[in-house]
């Protein structure tokens, strides 16, 4: 079964908490995106950030960071249920191998622009294996934008190569094309804008996890 992870990014930051308490009964997730101006060109938000919303829903903390290594035990305490690391990022298995130790789940997230094979050592257990692939469906960094629908041939051949891995996918989600990414073989639908700029941001969320 899909679940939906609204991306709070997407909300409007001075009701944020009144967004995520509207969103996160029918949540799997609450996708909290962390940017560091670094990574990517944009800043968000921080541990404080995440505890605020401690409680409504597990919180799937993506770090867009360069060095995740410095971030996962300020967002285990902060609450974290998963944390995603990206492959580009420094020491990546480091982080992911950090992230194990704490007992919660673990992603390894690709930008749309990296080569698929580069996750691929993350899947294998003799390395640490992740709990799960974010496979972006934009290029980090903002809500709003088209999702590129080679991510979809991504989503079945990771799928194809390891059935029992948690497959998320981030960028670009709406309700026009939730079901297509759910058939390809995701598990976690990311949705941002389409959530919170509906005028119906519960009805919108419901729609994208195919519950309406
Ligand atoms: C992009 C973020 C996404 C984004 C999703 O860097 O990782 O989670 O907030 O927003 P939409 O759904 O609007 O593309
Ligand atoms: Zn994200």
Do not use: W
Not at 91 to 118: D, F, V, Y
């Amino acid at each position: 079964m899909v679940v939906v992870a609204p991306s709070m990014l997407g909300a409007d930051f001075g009701r944020l908490r009144e967004m995520a308490e509207l969103v996160a009964p029918i949540s799997g997730y609450l996708h909290m995106d962390v940017m560091d101006g670094h990574f990517v060109p944009n800043l968000t938000m921080g541990p404080d950030t995440v505890s605020a919303l401690k409680g409504l829903a597990p919180l799937d903390v993506h770090l867009m960071v360069t060095d995740p290594c410095n971030f996962i035990e300020p967002f285990v305490e902060a609450g974290a249920a998963m944390i995603s690391v990206h492959v580009e990022a420094n020491e990546a298995m480091k982080a992911i191998r950090m992230i194990k130790e704490k007992n919660i789940k673990s992603g390894i997230a690709i930008k749309p622009s990296t080569p698929l094979e580069s996750v691929m050592q993350f899947l294998t257990p003799e390395y640490y294996e992740a709990d799960m692939v974010l496979v972006m469906s934009v290029e980090p960094g903002f809500c709003g934008q088209k999702f590129h629908p080679e991510a979809l041939e991504r989503i079945g051949k990771i799928r194809e190569m390891k059935p029992e891995v948690l497959i998320e996918v981030d960028g670009g989600i709406g309700t026009e094309n939730a079901k297509s990414v759910q058939d390809a073989g995701a598990d976690i639908l990311v949705a941002g804008s389409a959530i919170f700029n509906a005028e119906d941001p519960l009805t919108a969320a419901k729609k994208i996890a195919g519950l309406e």
